[in-house]
């Protein structure tokens, strides 16, 4: 059985970082696609950044993109995702996803594996 623990979300200012965490237990992990995806209030859950399970390609939302990096230390069995020049509209539960089949998806369905969510919250 795979475990997904998320942490790092928190209160944080427009134009602030944060740096999320995603530690994985159970399966052999380590060559698992991992994602992050989140959730604001009365939104549906969307796609924020992908990592294949070399690290050696990522794929980010548009809105997202040059503002957070994710990555991986596979030894650790953990993927990131650090946040910067973070907006209010970036508010959100944000969860972390992974994809046995390694597909380095956008779709929520793509992914089998998911953690419970870390808030984050920008205030303006």
């Known amino acids: 059985q795979v475990q997904l623990v998320e942490s790092g979300g928190g209160l944080v200012q427009a134009g602030g970082s944060l740096r999320l965490s995603c530690a994985a237990s159970?399966?052999?992990?380590?060559?698992?696609?991992k994602s992050w995806f989140r959730q604001a209030p009365g939104k549906e859950r969307e796609f924020v950044a992908a990592?294949?399970?070399?690290?050696?390609?990522?794929y980010y939302a548009d809105s997202v993109k040059g503002r957070f990096t994710i990555s991986r230390d596979n030894a650790k069995n953990t993927v990131y995702l650090q946040m910067n020049s973070l907006k209010p509209e970036d508010t959100a539960v944000y969860y972390c996803?992974?994809?046995?089949?390694?597909?380095?998806?956008?779709?929520?369905?793509?992914?089998?594996?998911w953690g419970q969510g870390t808030q984050v919250t920008v205030s303006s």
């Open positions: 996803a992974a994809d046995p089949r390694s597909r380095v998806g956008s779709r929520a369905d793509e992914y089998d594996y």
């Open positions: 159970g399966r052999a992990f380590s060559n698992y696609a």
């Open positions: 990592i294949s399970w070399t690290g050696g390609s990522t």
